[in-house]
């Protein structure tokens, strides 16, 4: 039995962000129609400020598949010259129960969780929204700079970062990249003033994005914190938003952004609007006013690890990328 190993860089050919939003939007969908089985995630600290080993399991009725994302969270390791987020996604199908393919974590992480925000951004920005601050300078920054080009016509981009030339580096590559003009700002509050669209996507542990910053009619996609230790907005922030998640037993259970509020009598659980799913399976309705402030939660899903990891199996068969292993599985008919 073969198995397929697929690296960072081939990730990045077979998962490019216009098809992963697609795929996201199917895999929320159907999700929210409870066509997929996914039980929170379980975290072991490690050893060191903030490391954990995170592992994220789940099953998908269409495409049938399961598989599992495998991931250490190393905060540090930035200055080490490592992405934060390192493992794989393991893909199984559902005949045998065989492994199909063992796919780089970084790069899926990376990519997919950008493509989610874009969901968001094109179901609750304003139709003209087109003034992006973002909040932060590494992986997900490069990310969702692509997916936000992508969910709205984007004219003017402004990011901040706790390290000044980390914000002047990110504006170098991504104006190269991107051909458009990235202005580096020196405080947080100076990048979100009159955005339409904000993303954060820093590892912060307190706020940094403030409610009495954030203009009328903007959208937020929050997603650097994922765990309940941690926030990136404040009270505020939080409150004056209409809510709406990637998963509400998630948010209920991981998500720092959300219970640092509710445990000081802020909002509570109904506060949550509801899930992206729902907006895309026409249950909920998303923005209702074009002054109101959306805020978009994410903390990432393992059936968005698993859809992902199944389009780039059936990619990489067509265009003959990765690396096939012997691995397993086979009952040895000698013995
Ligand atoms: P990187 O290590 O590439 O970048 C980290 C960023 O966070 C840098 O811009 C850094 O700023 C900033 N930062 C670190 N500490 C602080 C702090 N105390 N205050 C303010 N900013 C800080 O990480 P990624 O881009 O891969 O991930 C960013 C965040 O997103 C992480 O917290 C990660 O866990 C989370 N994440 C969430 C996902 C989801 O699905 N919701 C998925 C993947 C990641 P500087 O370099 O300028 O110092």
């Known amino acids: ?7 960072q860089s081939a990730v990045a050919q077979l998962l490019p962000m216009r098809e992963c939003i697609a795929v996201m939007e199917q895999t929320l969908t159907a999700l ?13 600290r490690l050893p060191g400020d903030g490391n954990v080993l995170g592992m994220m399991p789940a099953y998908l009725a269409h495409p049938a598949a399961a598989g599992i994302k495998v991931i250490t969270v190393f905060p540090g390791n ?5 992405e934060s987020h390192q493992g794989a996604v393991l893909l199984f199908e559902m005949q045998n129960g065989r492994l199909l393919s063992i796919n780089d974590a970084s790069a899926i992480t990376a990519i997919r969780t950008s493509a989610v925000s874009a969901v968001a951004t094109k179901l609750l920005a304003r139709p003209d929204a087109g003034d992006l601050a973002i909040l932060g300078s590494g992986t997900q920054a490069h990310g969702h700079l692509e997916a936000m080009l992508i969910a709205r016509s984007i004219r003017r981009v402004r990011v901040w970062s706790r390290t000044l030339d980390h914000a002047r580096a990110f504006a170098a590559h991504a104006s190269r990249q991107h051909a458009i003009a990235v202005e580096v700002m020196e405080t947080a509050q100076q990048a979100a003033a009159g955005a339409d ?5 820093t590892a912060a542990r307190e706020p940094i ?10 959208h937020i996609n929050a997603v650097g914190s994922s765990i309940r ?25 991981e998500a720092g952004d959300f219970l640092f509020p509710k445990q000081e009598g802020a909002l509570g659980d109904e506060h949550i609007r509801g ?7 026409g249950r909920i309705a998303g923005r209702v ?43 040895d008919s000698a013995g």
């Open 209 to 218: 994005l403030r409610g009495e910053w954030i203009a009328p009619g903007a």
């Open 78 to 82: 930035q200055s080490a010259g490592y």
């Open 289 to 331: 006013a074009s002054d109101e402030i959306t805020l978009f939660k994410s903390l990432g899903l393992a059936v968005e690890d698993v859809a992902s990891a199944h389009h780039i199996f059936l990619r990489a068969q067509e265009r003959g990328l990765g690396d096939w292993v012997e691995f397993g599985g086979a009952r």
């Open 32 to 44: 929210a129609r409870g066509d997929a089985v996914q039980p929170l995630r379980s975290v072991l």
């Open 197 to 201: 669209i904000i993303c954060t996507v």
């Open 229 to 253: 230790a941690t926030r990136e907005l404040d009270t505020r922030a939080v409150v004056q938003s209409r809510l709406f998640v990637d998963r509400r037993e998630s948010t209920v259970n």
């Open 275 to 281: 899930e992206i799913g729902e907006i895309l399976a």
């Open 1 to 7: 039995m073969k198995t397929l190993i697929v690296n």
